[in-house]
Nanobody, 126 residues
Framework: QVQLVESGGGLVQAGDSLRISCAAS????????MGWFRQAPGKEREFVAA????????IYADSVKGRFTISRDSAKNTVYLQMNSLKPEDTAVYYCAADSVPYRSPQLQKNEYRYWGQGTQVTVSS
């Protein structure tokens, strides 16, 4: 059974940093691009960042560019999202997702991802 499990969310103050993780099991995720999405109350789930299977290419939403960094440790089957200079508008449930097609560029659209985690809450107070 495929599982993606996020962890590391919490309550922080504006300007703080936080790193969230996504541990994958049940499939060889090393072949697949991975993405982070987020969903705030009353809003659509939106793209945050994605990384290729090799870790060689990353893409970011404009709203987080320069503040967030996505990375992966293939030996641990884990993807990370380092979030710096957090703002109240970053408050959301953060989800990791695994691409549906192996060995391709990271995707922006959520319907390109086949597997999803349960999410981890990140709350940034002002």
């Amino acid at each position: 059974q495929v599982q993606l499990v996020e962890s590391g969310g919490g309550l922080v103050q504006a300007g703080d940093s936080l790193r969230i993780s996504c541990a994958a099991s049940g499939r060889t995720f090393v072949k697949y691009a991975m993405g982070w999405f987020r969903q705030a109350p009353g809003k659509e789930r939106e793209f945050v960042a994605a990384i290729t299977w090799s870790g060689g290419t990353t893409i970011y939403a404009d709203s987080v560019k320069g503040r967030f960094t996505i990375s992966r440790d293939s030996a641990k089957n884990t993807v990370y999202l380092q979030m710096n200079s957090l703002k109240p508008e970053d408050t959301a449930v953060y989800y990791c997702a695994a691409d549906s097609v192996p060995y391709r560029s990271p995707q922006l659209q959520k319907n390109e991802y086949r597997y999803w985690g349960q999410g981890t809450q990140v709350t940034v107070s002002s």
